[in-house]
T-cell receptor, first 109, second 114 residues
Framework: RKEVEQDPGPFNVPEGATVAFNCTYSNSASQSFFWYRQDCRKEPKLLMSVYSSGNEDGRFTAQLNRASQYISLLIRDSKLSDSATYLCVAQDSSYKLIFGSGTRLLVRP | SAVISQKPSRDICQRGTSLTIQCQVDSQVTMMFWYRQQPGQSLTLIATANQGSEATYESGFVIDKFPISRPNLTFSTLTVSNMSPEDSSIYLC???????????FGSGTRLTVV
């Protein structure tokens, strides 16, 4: 079983749609969590950190449920420029990042 | 966030040769890591680069194949040794600066072994 699991997608949605990505992690000792965005042939870039209290950054909302070992990302009012692969990431106690396989999002006109 | 210069950005190499990838950061960082991203897959950690001492390798990766140096807090190299076509991949360095939570990635080195 992978340490961080995501639905690979692709999620194909129209502009303006709301889309939600889910992620589960197996290591209960994981300390911090992140969503990264990776465009084709580019390096991953931090989208947002994920907290138990939930956090929002514009159209993006992330949530962590430690009891269920579950992380989510909600994107509202999807834009064409949101098309990318979204990586769910857990950080362990040694500061190492464990990546999920990524969820691919395609936003169509 | 830290600014990372990773070189080369891409290379095509003959099997049996070695390639050294450099990662230079614009400021001192606490942690430096090397990742591999094989075609169509996510990132896999190769090792943690430790300043002034041997790197800490993940399961499946060994020093003879992937020697790593980190002589100071702003620079590290990863060498891919005795390359085979299976080593064709993107290699990325990543850094974490003390007091921050976000990791920054270099732009990657796209390696093709023929």
């Amino acid at each position: 079983r992978k340490e961080v699991e995501q639905d690979p997608g692709p999620f194909n949605v129209p502009e303006g749609a709301t889309v939600a990505f889910n992620c589960t992690y197996s290591n209960s000792a994981s300390q911090s969590f992140f969503w990264y965005r990776q465009d084709c042939r580019k390096e991953p870039k931090l989208l947002m950190s994920v907290y138990s209290s939930g956090n929002e950054d514009g159209r993006f909302t992330a949530q962590l449920n430690r009891a269920s070992q579950y992380i989510s990302l909600l994107i509202r009012d999807s834009k064409l420029s949101d098309s990318a692969t979204y990586l769910c990431v857990a950080q362990d106690s040694s500061y190492k990042l464990i990546f999920g396989s990524g969820t691919r999002l395609l936003v169509r006109p | 966030s830290a600014v990372i210069s990773q070189k080369p950005s891409r290379d095509i190499c003959q099997r049996g040769t070695s390639l050294t990838i450099q990662c230079q950061v614009d400021s001192q960082v606490t942690m430096m890591f090397w990742y591999r991203q094989q075609p169509g897959q996510s990132l896999t950690l190769i090792a943690t680069a430790n300043q002034g001492s041997e790197a800490t390798y993940e399961s499946g990766f060994v020093i003879d194949k992937f020697p790593i140096s980190r002589p100071n807090l702003t620079f590290s190299t990863l060498t891919v040794s005795n390359m085979s076509p299976e080593d064709s991949s993107i290699y990325l360095c990543s850094v974490l600066r003390q007091g921050t939570t976000g990791y920054t990635f270099g732009s990657g080195t796209r390696l093709t072994v023929v």
